[in-house]
């Protein structure tokens, strides 16, 4: 009997394809560094039962089309704003994801982004290594204090609640905003809920965690940057969408704010002349808020049982349209 075809877009962990291989064919994309291209995946999913995808994969209403025998999409993240859901769903095509597994490894990350945009290390670690430090200074790479510091997190999911644990052992006074109030999160941490425009007027750190979507696009924007402090400090380990990236180049260049910390962009991967990067109140990374050996391997995993479920019929282990049972 002829194996489920699956169509992986990214090389991932060696026991995830071995699970896989299991109870399917595996095409593979291999080339690490390159996404695979359009043409290849439209091609690859025409007899594909299953797609295995992450966060840079644009899994369209073209692509799940080309796809007749199509029964299940799991992507190797918590995000899917990427997958057109409405469509899948209609086509009785199951969708997971990897919830949970992530959420401590990428406060970690948060908050070191936090951190390093604080107290200028980046910064600093280019000056000495160019060969810049000839003699100490008492105001030489003065940033930010963060301990005693109010933090604004947008967005309390698990993330956020993980970056709020983080937070109070910096004695830090804890502003959050949400779609709806997390009481238990305020009675553990001491955390205040407040309206966004609030937060963003309070705060010392403005923390963006909400997800991807419509509803949140350019959530933030020329109006919110203004709102926020001359010395305060913006992180985004969440959606570059999020974000209107021409607002928050105006607002770092103009001094409306102090500094940025990005683990995120609109267009991923960024291209080196994009505006952003050309600030020295800059910190940006390459969208590794998860990517810690232990959790990668987890959400891969995960993602690969996802599917294994899906090919055989049952329920995902995490699904993001459980609609799809009911048809």
């Avoid at 919110?224 to 974000?243: C, D, Q, Y």
Wanted: net charge negative.
């Amino acid at each position: 009997m002829d194996f489920p075809k699956v169509v992986i877009t990214r090389r991932i962990p060696r026991q995830a394809i071995e699970l896989l291989e299991q109870h399917a064919t595996v095409f593979l994309w291999d080339k690490e560094e390159d996404a695979i291209p359009q043409e290849v995946l439209l091609e690859e999913v025409k007899d594909a039962h299953a797609i295995y995808t992450n966060v840079s994969d644009r899994i369209d209403r073209e692509v799940i089309a080309s796809a007749p025998l199509l029964k299940v999409i799991s992507t190797m993240a918590v995000g899917f704003d990427n997958i057109d859901i409405k469509y899948a769903t209609e086509r009785g095509i199951a969708v997971g994801h990897t919830p949970g597994v992530l959420s401590e490894t990428t406060a970690d990350l948060t908050f070191a982004l936090l951190m390093a945009t604080a107290r200028r290390v980046v910064e600093g670690h280019d000056y000495v290594k160019s060969g810049k430090w000839t003699s100490w200074s008492p105001m030489l790479m003065t940033g930010q204090d963060i301990y005693g510091a109010t933090i604004g997190i947008i967005g309390m999911g698990r993330i956020g609640e993980a970056v709020a644990r983080r937070a109070t052992g910096f004695g830090m006074n804890i502003l959050y905003y949400n779609r709806n109030p997390r009481p238990e999160v305020e009675e553990q941490l001491g955390a205040k809920y407040c309206l966004m425009d609030d937060l963003l007027q309070e705060s010392d750190y403005v923390v963006l965690l909400a997800p991807g979507g419509i509803g949140t696009n350019k959530l933030m924007g020329d109006r919110e940057f203004g709102l926020m402090k001359p010395h305060a400090i913006f992180i985004n380990s969440s959606r570059g969408t999020n974000v209107d990236e021409a607002a928050l180049y105006r607002a770092l260049s103009e001094g409306q704010i102090w500094a940025a910390g990005l683990d995120v962009f609109d267009v991923e991967p960024t291209p080196t002349d994009h505006p952003l990067l050309s600030l020295p109140n800059v910190t940006a990374l390459p969208h590794i808020g998860s990517a810690s050996i232990a959790t990668r391997t987890n959400m891969a995993m995960i993602a690969a049982q996802n599917i294994i479920a899906g090919l055989l019929g049952n329920e995902l282990l995490h699904i993001v349209n459980p609609s799809v049972y009911e048809n």
